[in-house]
């Protein structure tokens, strides 16, 4: 019996760092550890599970509205993941026997924010960011 593709989308943790001191050294979103997908995973797993998304902004917001920020940005993230899916679909089903693809797993998707915008960050924009952050990342892994 052939199970059914798993492409779920999970982000385990979101964690707001606020009054982060400015580095422009970094690129404003990155990945750190990404671990991809690996030998021996179900053929029907392509989840994408991230397990820590941070955001590291400048600007000092209260505990209320860090959290607030953190969730709206998973949301949208989310969102954009789940479309991400839904093109990896075709080829996760063609080759659903081999196991081609299989999960992707990030440790942490991090993105900063600095300078005047991030008083009022734009989660969506933030989201975008991270989402391109992504995909140059995992290449539709």
Known sequence: MTQPLDLRVSIDRVRVRTGAPPDTRA???F???YLGAHAGAP???HRIVIRELRLDVEAALDAPAARQLGKQV???LVERLAAHQRC???AAAAAAPRALGGPIRVEV???RLWGERT???APQQIADAAMTAFE???RDA
């Open 27 to 29: 690129a404003p979103a």
């Open 31 to 33: 990945i750190a550890g």
């Open 43 to 45: 053929p029907h797993d």
């Open 74 to 76: 998973a949301t949208a």
């Open 88 to 90: 990896r679909l075709p």
């Open 109 to 111: 998707l991090r993105v």
């Open 119 to 121: 008083r009022h960050p």
């Open 136 to 138: 140059a990342e995992v």
